[in-house]
């Protein structure tokens, strides 16, 4: 019985021992880190593709006449954002699987360039919040001037202005004084029914919404009913603003986990390239 336990000790000793370490077990490629940057850029992959592909078929939808800034224009923002994504994702994919040392380091260094930027982005936004706040406002003026040249652009002021119950950048009369649709200057054109009035999406319920001219006239010189019951008349700038100083903790979460994201695929990267080196270099 004491040989056999000796026997069974021997053989749990084997199994859970660390082998040799020969040339050929110290170089190969981890399969841990090989299909975590697989498995990841592959999302990535799909993810950028299907943002490329909503945003050029948004693109063409629209005709290429009338391109706007990219802070602007929402389709332009998913062409490039998805363009810089699938590329990414590409290259760390394919480069993982085929264990191509060239694809895996143009994935780390593009990877570690955005990482850089984002970095040096936050702190020059820090130190230059003033001038910051002002592109924001100025961005805003000029989304709200060409709410109806765009129907994406006009989807998304929409889409703000109801779920953050606002209305316009500073002040629910910027729509009056910067849209000509809604333009409120005099003389009034008489053809323009939106003169003197904010779009639907300012209204203040869902049922005053569906009259999509609940926000017409109210600034005009014989509105029909008081502006503060029918619209909301918080600016979409302060809303913002507060949804996010509200939320700091959770946008802190999601920017760390972002950063952490992209250190790992940055050190799985480098570290996946010294691994294919060392193969090589045992192998021959």
């Given amino acids: 019985r004491y040989r056999q336990h ?3 000790l021997s053989v749990l000793g084997f199994a859970f021992s660390s082998p040799p370490m020969g040339k050929q077990e110290e170089s190969e490629v981890s399969l841990w880190v090989k299909y975590t940057i697989f498995t990841f850029n592959f999302i990535f992959w799909m993810v950028g593709g299907a943002l490329l592909g909503i945003g050029l078929w948004a693109r063409f939808d629209k005709g290429w006449e009338s391109v706007g800034s990219l802070s602007t224009d929402p389709a332009l923002v998913l062409i490039v954002v998805g363009c810089v994504t699938f590329l990414v994702g590409f290259f760390g994919c394919l480069g993982a699987l085929r264990e191509n040392v060239i694809f895996l380091k143009i994935f780390l260094w593009s990877l570690l360039i955005i990482f850089i930027l984002e970095v040096v982005g936050a702190i020059l936004a820090f130190v230059f919040r003033d001038d910051v706040k002002q592109f924001v406002k100025d961005q805003v003026k000029k989304s709200i001037e060409r709410y109806r040249d765009d129907a994406d652009l006009q989807n998304f002021i929409d889409f703000i202005q109801e779920q953050f119950d606002c209305c316009g950048g500073q002040d629910p009369q910027d729509w009056t004084l910067l849209n000509k649709y809604f333009n409120c200057t005099p003389p009034v054109p008489p053809d323009l029914p939106e003169a003197c009035g904010v779009p639907f999406s300012c209204c203040k319920s869902s049922e005053l919404r569906v009259n999509s001219q609940c926000g017409y006239g109210l600034y005009g010189p014989n509105p029909t009913r008081a502006r503060t019951e029918v619209i909301w008349t918080t600016s979409c700038y302060d809303a913002v603003i507060a949804f996010a100083e509200d939320n700091l903790l959770i946008i802190g979460i999601v920017v760390l986990l972002i950063a ?25």
Avoid: D, F, H, P
Wanted: contains cysteine.
């Fill in 260 to 284: 952490l994201v992209e250190i790992t695929g940055i050190g799985c990267a480098g570290n996946m390239i010294s691994q294919i080196k060392k193969q090589a270099g045992y192998s021959t």
């Fill in 6 to 8: 000796r026997a069974w």
